[in-house]
């Protein structure tokens, strides 16, 4: 590991050991972090991986029951009963912040309370597997939003995550290291100045006792 360019003094050391305590602790709050984000980001795909199976199932049974409902109906009856809606839905995005990481939070709320304003038609006059695949989609839609909310948590979590991971190797090969190696220069300099300084004087002092005691 390189050494840092400073001059080898004891303030530079100090400020070195504090900075390389920082740096520790840094590093060892990183570390929970990226734990925390990996648990959280886990139980996250685990919810994404069931709810998209949920989904396509139940999007799956709504094509099917569509596909019967057009080989039932025409084109065209299908159009009109189709053409007017009764029933709206308004989505509010808001965030929530885990861990420091802003995911989307889905709040739908719908034009009205009734839940048979779903059908836009008269029931007497069209295909029961219409009314059953409208049906399904509209209780599909809650669980459609929360993947979408999942999905996208999981995209910005993995991105924290990975962003966390070089941080704490850049503070864990790299930075704690060239801190740790230079205080061992600076020290291995300042012992190396030290006993210099007591060799000269050393040799000043049995030079005056020479010149007092006229030693040869």
Do not use: W
């Not at 025409?74 to 989505?91: G, I, R, T, Y």
């Amino acid at each position: 590991m390189a050494v840092i360019n400073v001059n080898p003094t004891r303030m530079e050391l100090t400020n070195l050991k504090r900075k390389l305590t920082t740096a520790r602790r840094g590093h060892h709050l990183l570390k929970d972090k990226r734990d925390e984000l990996m648990r959280i980001f886990l139980s996250l795909v685990r919810e994404n991986k069931a709810l998209r199976a949920k989904v396509e199932a139940a999007m799956h049974r709504v094509n099917r029951h569509m596909a019967l409902a057009r080989s039932e109906m025409s084109d065209k009856e299908l159009d009109v009963a189709l053409m007017l809606n009764m029933q709206e839905m308004h989505l509010e995005v808001a965030e929530k912040n885990v861990m420091s990481v802003r995911i989307p939070v889905f709040s739908p709320t719908l034009k009205t309370a009734d839940d048979n304003d779903i059908y836009s038609y008269g029931l007497a006059f069209t295909a029961a597997d219409l009314d059953t695949a409208i049906a399904d989609m509209a209780g599909l839609m809650p669980d459609l939003l929360r993947l979408a909310e999942v999905e996208k948590s999981c995209q910005l979590m993995a991105a924290e995550i990975e962003k966390t991971r070089r941080r704490v190797n850049a503070l864990e090969h790299v930075m704690i290291p060239g801190y740790e190696e230079t205080i061992r220069y600076i020290a291995m300099k300042l012992d190396e100045n030290e006993r210099s300084t007591t060799t000269r004087l050393m040799k000043v002092k049995d030079m005056m006792l020479k010149e007092v005691h006229h030693y040869d």
